[in-house]
């Protein structure tokens, strides 16, 4: 099975602190996407990536950037964290147009 | 920008009952998914309809692609707790590679 990890569940950091959320991904993807869920907003598209050093923004990019250096591994970078920011995060992964997404667990991160 | 909207929003039944859960948008989508979420995790992909008028099974759920492309349900069939959890339909649009529209979710619970 395709496997998605997210490097930690929960995280708590500080208002401006930078913040660094990790995803790898086993099946060789090529499509990577990072999204955030709220409650009564559901999932909005943060940054997403086609390929290795290429990357598009989604619906949400303010206050994110992202890094994908490697073809397993899609990074969401929070340059100065904010209250606001507070949020489950979602990493995802599929492969060319395929629409079958296989999503990590989640970061549950709280700014303080 | 294309939209999906879900309802109801949240659902809460007895063991035992039937329900149907709707997403419909004004936008054609050449596919269209449903994802399964508990709390905690993150979605699990169920099924894709691809074709208009689709009908797929998954043992005591059948989903259902509209004709004109639009619009999915599904209809869970005497529903169990293990049944509870925030379901997601997601649509692929023709010119939008894999990115994919989110809904914004039913929340549905099962009491014994």
């Known amino acids: 099975d395709v496997k998605v990890t997210q490097s930690s569940r929960y995280l708590v950091k500080r208002t401006g602190e930078k913040v660094f959320l990790e995803c790898v991904q086993d099946?060789?993807?090529?499509?990577m996407f990072w999204y955030r869920q709220d409650p009564g907003l559901g999932l909005r598209l943060i940054y997403f990536?086609?390929?290795?050093?290429?990357?598009e923004k989604g619906d949400i990019p303010e206050g994110y950037s992202v890094s994908r250096e490697k073809k397993e591994r899609f990074s969401l970078i929070l340059e100065s964290a904010s209250t606001n920011q507070t949020s489950m995060y979602l990493c995802a992964s599929t492969s060319g147009t395929v629409l079958s997404y296989t999503f990590g667990s989640g970061t549950r991160l709280t700014v303080v | 920008t294309q939209l999906l909207e879900q309802s109801p929003q949240f659902l809460s039944i007895q063991e035992g009952e039937n329900l149907t859960v709707y997403c419909n948008s004004s936008s054609v989508f050449s596919s269209l998914q449903w994802y399964r979420q508990e709390p905690g995790e993150g979605p699990v992909l169920l099924v894709t309809v691809v074709t208009g008028g689709e009908v797929k099974k998954l043992k005591r759920l059948t989903f259902q692609f509209g004709d004109a492309r639009k619009d999915s349900s599904l209809h869970i069939t005497a529903a169990q707790p293990g049944d509870t959890g925030l379901y997601l339909c997601?649509?692929?649009?023709?010119?939008?590679?894999?990115?994919?529209?989110f809904g914004e979710g039913t929340q549905l619970t099962v009491n014994p």
């Open positions: 990536s086609y390929d290795v050093k290429m990357k």
């Open positions: 997601a649509g692929g649009g023709e010119t939008s590679g894999s990115r994919l529209t």
């Open positions: 099946m060789d993807h090529e499509n």
